[in-house]
């Protein structure tokens, strides 16, 4: 079930690389920066995310509920800080707008989307190229 509670157990030290970083940032944008992400990753593939996954076992290749965590990590990381009502990210210091507001929804489609998350979906070949 993709909860604040299980994002926490996700990213604790014991488990995630990026723990202290999840850590930093306050529990309203930690929690918006989740609702954020589900609604951003469900837009850009267009279903609902899965709710129902069964226990994560050694091996499991595609998670939506760890998709939807990386993602929101990822944005808070990058400046698109959501607020704790899941309202759209907001970029600020580093975040950038998809200037072409494209993200999810054809050509540039995932300039917006971790390349973690999108490995959580199965989707490997997933590139991040900088110009």
Do not use: C
Not at 63 to 81: F, I, K
């Amino acid at each position: 079930m993709i909860s604040f509670e299980n994002a926490q157990v996700f990213f604790s030290a014991s488990s995630h690389h990026k723990a202290a970083i999840w850590a930093a940032f306050g529990s309203a944008h930690r929690r918006g920066a989740i609702t954020a992400a589900r609604r951003m990753l469900s837009r850009a593939l267009g279903r609902a995310m899965k709710d129902d996954e069964a226990a994560y076992a050694e091996g499991d290749r595609t998670r939506d509920e760890y998709a939807v965590y990386e993602q929101a990590l990822w944005m808070l990381e990058h400046g698109q800080v959501a607020d704790a009502t899941g309202s759209d990210p907001v970029p600020v210091l580093t975040g950038q707008v998809d200037p072409a507001g494209k993200a999810g929804t054809g050509d540039n489609s995932f300039t917006v989307l971790s390349p973690e998350a999108l490995r959580w979906f199965g989707w490997t070949g997933a590139a991040v190229i900088r110009g």
